[in-house]
């Protein structure tokens, strides 16, 4: 394999690296850092990668850096982040049993990523954990920051915790494995990345919409370095979300919340918060805070890369219940909204105001 690329994200002695490169997964014992002391390392994938060959690869490189490696498959889709899963993981841990100084390895989409770290951060106080991540969306965003969680059915990620990764290792070219709907929905968080931090990238989105949904090869890479790179500068800023790692949920508030009521599945993460932009910008505009030109913009650009920008109908007591339970919430629901391209600001928002942009806003309830 040709030399990956670093990126850096500056937390003192809880740094790490985003490392990405074609081939990395047949080298990981050597390009991230492993416990000193560890002697096993568990796996934590789901039935495609294991299909796929991408966890088997994972698993060899492993074994190739002195460590005993177990398997330990959970389902597929957001179903698979539930407490019982999780408690599967903990059994599976303590049969074998997996000490503190050794390491679990997430090798998956954000779903494992997010269930897989929970894991380690729980599993006596808190052991290592690597992020292998294998779909767009986890490369550019999930995999990175140290969020992990799992979901209620009262919600999406309300059980959870902060436990950075050791190292993030991202290989573009497992993409090519996934079905054409699970790589399209990692563009929302590039398109989200974009608007917060970087009118380039923003306007690189927009001269090759094609090129992004066929997942061309080199732009592809260049997609991910560059949208892992604005999110590893926020995290470095604001760890845990105190300030401005708080934009990084643009399109999240509405986002999560239609994940919720339609049952996690029925729209994919990045799904969900390509329809959250449209109603924060929507919204950002009647407000008097989004350039109408902007919103626009946005929507052309989404629904060229294929992503849904249509807002379905929503029982509205039920989402504004969910919506309450968001954990921006403070004093009331709050959005991110955009003043323009790198320029986002944290609003409150009252019922009334997201119900008129909604009755505007809302179509049928099917996708």
């Known amino acids: ?203 690189r989105l927009e001269r090759d919409p094609a090129g992004v949904r066929a997942g061309e090869p080199e732009l592809t890479r260049m997609l991910v370095l560059r949208a892992a790179g604005i999110k590893a500068e926020v995290v470095a800023g604001d760890e845990r979300e105190a300030g401005a790692r708080a934009h990084l949920n643009l399109g999240h508030t509405y986002g999560h919340a239609l994940e919720t009521l339609t049952g996690y599945g029925t729209y994919l993460h990045g799904e969900a918060v390509s329809v959250g932009l449209v109603v924060a910008l929507e919204l950002g505009a009647d407000l008097g805070v989004t350039p109408r030109a902007l919103v626009d913009r946005v929507r052309a650009l989404l629904g060229a890369l294929g992503l849904p920008t249509a807002v379905p109908r929503l029982d509205r007591a039920a989402l504004h219940a969910t919506l309450a339970r968001d954990k921006k919430a403070r004093d009331g629901v709050r959005f991110v909204l955009l003043e323009d391209v790198g320029r986002p600001v944290l609003r409150g928002v009252a019922a009334a105001d997201l119900d008129a942009v909604l009755d505007r806003l809302e179509g049928p309830t099917d996708r």
């Open 1 to 203: 394999m040709s030399a990956p690329s670093r990126l850096e994200v500056e937390l003192g002695d809880r740094a790490y690296q985003i490392v990405v490169g074609e081939g990395l997964l047949d080298d990981l014992g050597a390009q991230v850092p492993l416990p000193l002391h560890a002697r096993r390392a568990l796996v934590v994938t789901q039935p495609p990668l294991v299909a796929h060959g991408h966890a088997p690869r994972v698993e060899r490189a492993l074994v190739d850096a002195r460590l005993e490696v177990r398997r330990h498959v959970v389902p597929d889709g957001e179903v698979a982040k539930s407490a019982e899963v999780l408690a599967g993981i903990w059994a599976a841990c303590a049969d074998w049993p997996l000490g503190r100084d050794d390491v679990i390895v997430a090798v998956g989409g954000g779903v494992v990523g997010d269930l897989a770290g929970f894991a380690a951060a729980t599993w006596m106080r808190g052991v290592g954990v690597v992020q292998v991540p294998t779909t767009l969306l986890a490369m550019v965003d999930a995999a990175i920051g140290g969020k992990t969680a799992i979901d209620l059915p009262q919600g999406k990620n309300l059980v959870g915790a902060f436990h950075q990764p050791l190292a993030v290792a991202a290989d573009p070219s497992v993409l090519s494995t996934l079905p054409e709907r699970l790589r399209i929905e990692g563009a929302a968080e590039i398109v989200k990345a974009a608007l917060l931090a970087d009118p380039l990238l923003l306007e």
